[in-house]
């Protein structure tokens, strides 16, 4: 079974631009969460989505954004980047059948702001 | 609010040595514990998982018990690798709602020399 794949590995941007990065969760995985890791702050939640709807968010600022398709894949989108934004990006996806379901997670999106 | 203490990192054993990593929660009711590690250049792996009190999660050698009344979830290795070094990250989910929110410790850094 194919793990969770996120799009693209690396990516470079200059402050002021905005990116998109893609995920597709394990087939069957109905929930997509996304987490910004930095070396300062460490892993943070930023948003989960189910059945294309945001039912969970965590505390950024309104430039990140995120949607989920009926396929299940989903994108978050980063406006106006800021060189704080550089970080690496992770998906994680779960059955999401009951409470205690097992979060599997992609490789990342390194995103570099300059 | 929820929150995880893990260890300070690094660190450094050599191979054959005794492993634990330390790691404390602050959650109410009854959270899901994991223990998750992080390969250079890769994204999170689930190590193992506890779900409730006593609970003994293990894979690859690696063994953490769910303490309830110490609220502690310590990482042990009896003997580890060079192939084990990696920076490991205890983590919780809250179990009163069915949300995907990872909570995670600061993560520690294991090295592990011939």
């Known amino acids: 079974k194919a793990g969770v794949t996120q799009t693209p590995r690396y990516l470079i941007k200059t402050r002021g631009q905005q990116v998109t990065l893609s995920c597709s969760p394990i087939?069957?995985?109905?929930?997509v969460s996304w987490y910004q890791q930095t070396p300062g702050q460490g892993l943070q939640f930023l948003f989960e989505?189910?059945?294309?709807?945001?039912?969970n968010k965590g505390n950024f600022p309104g430039r990140f954004s995120g949607r989920q398709f009926s396929n299940s894949r989903s994108e978050m989108n980063v406006s106006t980047l800021e060189l704080g934004d550089s970080a690496l990006y992770l998906c994680a996806s779960r059955k999401d059948s009951g409470k205690r379901d097992t979060q599997y997670f992609g490789p990342g999106t390194r995103l570099t702001v300059l | 609010g929820d929150s995880v203490t893990q260890m300070e990192g690094p660190v450094t054993l050599s191979e054959e040595a005794f492993l634990t990593i330390n790691c404390t929660y602050t959650a109410t009711g009854y959270p899901s514990l994991f223990w998750y590690v992080q390969y250079p250049g890769e994204g999170l792996q689930l190590l193992l998982k506890?779900?409730?009190?006593?609970d003994k999660g293990s894979n690859k050698g690696f063994e953490a018990t769910y303490r309830k009344e110490t609220t502690s979830f310590h990482l042990e290795k009896g003997s580890v690798q060079v192939s084990d070094s990696a920076v490991y990250f205890c983590?919780?989910?809250?179990?009163?709602?069915?949300?995907?929110?990872?909570?995670f410790g600061q993560g520690t850094t294991l090295q592990v020399k011939p």
């Open positions: 506890a779900t409730k009190a006593d």
């Open positions: 983590a919780l989910l809250h179990g009163s709602s069915n949300t995907g929110k990872l909570i």
């Open positions: 087939s069957g995985h109905r929930s």
């Open positions: 989505y189910f059945s294309e709807t945001q039912r």
